[in-house]
């Protein structure tokens, strides 16, 4: 669920390898982070999500993204499960959790607990941006053995669901379509990945939420087991100060995937980039 979403499968070692230079991805100031001015405390979304093999679009499960504040941190919770026809064909219940600093949205704990089918896999990494260093933990189950390894890194460093939330405090709309930058994600690896920005006040239709004006931008895949080489995810953006993702398509090795957003509540401002 959230690995076809996310290009989350472990890949084939060497594939993560240095690009950008020295660019410091999602920076602020010429240093690592961004300030928050997109999302609270209490902050859910939900999403549905569909899976393509041919004509028809069929719905597979729902995504759930859950925020908590701490006086330190801003906890997120992501969890995906299959429904209907896919929870039997192959039962997935995925959790994802990241700790983010609030004072710049960088990662310091990350945790992933995989449960598709009869594959697992289990990761927490601990973040120290300070000394640019990673201590990883990962085995086949919470409860298993855990294999721990320590990696340093040189550029800014997020996890797969920091770098959504650092991406919501981006000021891409006042960005050229063409324009791209630089996001580095640590899963077991280092990717060096590029975003794209397509379109900036597109109009798009939300199943069952109305036209919204989006942002259109166009994260690069890590390749491996669900996507092919130079594959990108492309997600229609709320035109307002919530940058809400409304719709994330991804194509896969084999059919599409694509989630859509379906329920939301306490976002920090009105949803005002819808039309109807």
Known sequence: MLIGLFGLRPTSHGQAIERFGGSEALSGGGECGVENNAFLDGEEVVYKVYYNLGFFWTEAGMVHFTVRETDSSYNITASGSTAGFYDNFYRVRDTFETHLDKSNLMPTYFMRNIEEGKYRKFNKFFFDHESKRITSYKGHSPTSKLEKSKVDFTNCMHDVISVVYSLRNTD?????????????????????????????????????????????????LIAGEVFKEDSYMTVYVSADSNRLPLIMESPLIVGKMKAVLYDFKGLKYDLDAKLD
Not at 182 to 210: A, C, H, M, S, W
């Open 172 to 220: 891409i709309e006042h960005m050229k379509p063409g324009e791209s930058f630089p996001v580095n994600i640590y899963l077991e690896e280092q990717f060096p990945l590029e975003v794209r920005v397509l379109e900036t006040d597109e109009k798009k239709k939300v199943r069952g939420l109305g036209k919204f004006r989006a942002n259109v931008v166009q994260p690069e």
